[in-house]
């Protein structure tokens, strides 16, 4: 009787898989074409039944599922968002390249959620500015300038013991091209942009991600630097609130 009983409640499951695999549909949600300096970031994607579902499945996309994931999800409309993630602000907003927001996913069917980023930040597209920095104004080239792949990079000497998440930005004063470097403690306080353009660099600035209070006041040891001797821009990173703090270069 047990057994029976046992054969009994297994076939019951395997119907009910059968019939909730079949009832169910599929989404493969991807984010295509990152750029270089939002290669090491987390992409939280979220399909819910609104923007307060405190029950959306959350899929997480990063370098370790080369940013895609398919999920199993059951017939209904969902409301989908990506987002990367630590971006409060949204400097780095995504968009569906369908602008798919909902989804109205049918029981065996595969649907497809391919984001990229939207374009100009929220700030930027607000006040036509660019939230923390102000572009220099652009140089004439010497005559025989072309531009070639150039290395450009910052250091920080900063307070022992500091661990904050920091991002430079630099501008080419030739192409007006602008990276952003990100330096944690986790790289020494160092980064590099492998992929710049040659030609003459200005620093324009730097911030501590989360300094609301502007706590940390940055000092460039040089403002301008070109490829033809070398970018490494030093950073000087002041403690406002505790200003005798012993200091060090991680990198050095």
């Given at each position: 009787?047990?057994?029976?009983?046992?054969?009994?409640?297994?076939?019951?499951?395997?119907?009910?898989?059968?019939?909730?695999?079949?009832?169910?549909?599929?989404?493969?949600?991807?984010?295509?074409?990152?750029?270089?300096?939002?290669?090491?970031?987390?992409?939280?994607?979220?399909?819910?039944?609104?923007?307060?579902d405190t029950e959306s499945t959350v899929i997480?996309?990063?370098?370790?599922?080369?940013?895609?994931?398919?999920?199993?999800?059951?017939?209904?409309?969902?409301?989908?968002?990506?987002?990367?993630?630590?971006?409060?602000?949204?400097?780095?907003?995504?968009?569906?390249?369908?602008?798919?927001?909902?989804?109205?996913?049918?029981?065996?069917?595969?649907?497809?959620?391919?984001?990229?980023?939207?374009?100009?930040?929220?700030?930027?597209?607000?006040?036509?500015?660019?939230?923390?920095?102000?572009?220099?104004?652009?140089?004439?080239?010497?005559?025989?300038?072309?531009?070639?792949?150039?290395?450009?990079?910052?250091?920080?000497?900063?307070?022992?013991?500091?661990?904050?998440?920091?991002?430079?930005?630099?501008?080419?004063?030739?192409?007006?091209?602008?990276?952003?470097?990100?330096?944690?403690?986790?790289?020494?306080?160092?980064?590099?942009?492998?992929?710049?353009l040659s030609g003459k660099y200005a620093f324009?600035?730097?911030?501590?991600?989360?300094?609301?209070?502007?706590?940390?006041?940055?000092?460039?040891?040089?403002?301008?630097?070109?490829?033809?001797?070398?970018?490494?821009?030093?950073?000087?990173?002041?403690?406002?609130?505790?200003?005798?703090?012993?200091?060090?270069?991680?990198?050095?």
């Amino acid at each position: 009787m047990r057994r029976f009983l046992a054969l009994l409640f297994a076939l019951l499951l395997c119907t009910a898989t059968k019939v909730y695999a079949e009832d169910a549909a599929t989404v493969t949600v991807a984010v295509k074409d990152l750029p270089q300096k939002l290669q090491n970031r987390t992409v939280i994607v979220t399909l819910g039944n609104g923007p307060s579902d405190t029950e959306s499945t959350v899929i997480v996309l990063d370098g370790l599922n080369n940013y895609t994931e398919t999920v199993t999800v059951a017939p209904s409309e969902y409301y989908c968002a990506a987002a990367v993630q630590y971006d409060a602000l949204g400097d780095y907003p995504l968009q569906e390249i369908n602008q798919t927001t909902f989804l109205q996913a049918e029981g065996g069917n595969h649907y497809d959620l391919i984001y990229t980023l939207a374009g100009s930040s929220w700030y930027e597209s607000v006040t036509g500015q660019q939230r923390h920095y102000t572009l220099q104004p652009l140089e004439t080239p010497p005559e025989n300038y072309e531009p070639k792949p150039a290395q450009v990079g910052a250091y920080l000497t900063a307070p022992v013991g500091f661990s904050q998440h920091v991002i430079v930005y630099l501008q080419n004063l030739y192409t007006d091209d602008v990276y952003d470097l990100e330096l944690y403690e986790s790289n020494g306080l160092a980064a590099v942009e492998p992929n710049a353009l040659s030609g003459k660099y200005a620093f324009l600035s730097a911030y501590v991600v989360g300094d609301a209070e502007n706590r940390y006041q940055f000092n460039c040891e040089q403002n301008e630097l070109s490829t033809e001797n070398g970018v490494d821009f030093h950073l000087t990173v002041t403690d406002t609130a505790n200003p005798d703090r012993e200091m060090n270069t991680p990198s050095r």
